[in-house]
């Protein structure tokens, strides 16, 4: 069973449009933690937010926000008037205690594309 | 700020060759994952190090291997590469076994031909 659902696999808005990215995610851990990661077509996995389960504060970022809801295994992101340069593949991941260690499973990904 | 560095970029070996990835995590990071991210897929999680030591394994086949270095840098080793083995691999670092977050790597990009 997938443990990080992303059930948008493509998203297209126009530039300046507002675009909300959904996550559920899956655990029966207390401790656990919530990323989002942002993969332009360079490759590289650029790091967005990292989010512990004990702490549900939404958060702002500039044009980016984020809200955390336990109740509902929710960890959705949302980008406020779109550019192009957003135009990525975004991935959740969950990061749950193995062992020692905590190992971070992704979701299949969001490829958000921004059209000018 | 230091980075994670991976080499080499880009990689194009045949098919039963062998090849090896080489990552340097952020200086004073002591955890070390390796992750395959095939095209158009999510990064899967192959191999961890700890202290240099292996401390949890995920979907890495037998062919491949891995080990981390008394400087904490780590390199995967993969035999006999097939087609499927293209795809592009991560090397992340943490402090403390993940529990402060990740780096990652630009990644190495493999393809076998």
């Known amino acids: 069973a997938q443990k990080v659902t992303q059930a948008q696999t493509e998203i297209s808005v126009v530039e300046k449009e507002d675009v909300t990215l959904d996550c559920v995610y899956e655990?029966?851990?207390?401790?656990?933690?919530l990323f989002w990661y942002k993969q332009p077509p360079s490759g590289e996995l650029v790091f967005l937010i990292r989010?512990?389960?004990?702490?549900?504060q939404n958060e702002i970022s500039g044009r980016y926000s984020w809200n955390f809801q336990k109740s509902t295994s929710s960890f959705n992101f949302t980008i406020t008037a779109s550019q192009v340069v957003d135009s990525a593949v975004y991935f959740c991941?969950?990061?749950?205690?193995?062992?020692?260690?905590?190992?971070?499973?992704f979701g299949r990904g969001t490829s958000l594309i921004v059209h000018p | 700020a230091a980075g994670v560095i991976q080499s080499p970029r880009h990689l194009i070996k045949e098919k039963r060759e062998t090849a090896t990835l080489k990552c340097y995590p952020i200086?004073?990071?002591?955890?070390v994952y390796w992750y395959q991210q095939g095209p158009g897929q999510d990064p899967q999680f192959l191999i961890s190090?700890?202290?240099?030591?292996?401390?949890d394994k995920g979907s890495i086949p037998d062919r491949f291997s891995a080990q981390q270095f008394s400087d904490y840098h780590s390199e995967l080793n993969m035999s006999s590469l097939e087609l499927g083995d293209s795809a592009l691999y991560f090397c992340?670092?943490?402090?403390?076994?993940?529990?402060?977050?990740?780096?990652f790597g630009s990644g190495t990009r493999l393809t076998v031909v």
């Open positions: 200086p004073r990071h002591d955890t």
């Open positions: 989010r512990n389960s004990f702490d549900e």
């Open positions: 655990t029966r851990d207390t401790t656990y933690y």
């Open positions: 992340a670092s943490s402090y403390g076994q993940g529990a402060y977050g990740y780096t």
């Open positions: 190090f700890y202290e240099k030591m292996q401390s």
């Open positions: 991941a969950l990061s749950e205690a193995r062992g020692g260690s905590y190992i971070p499973t």
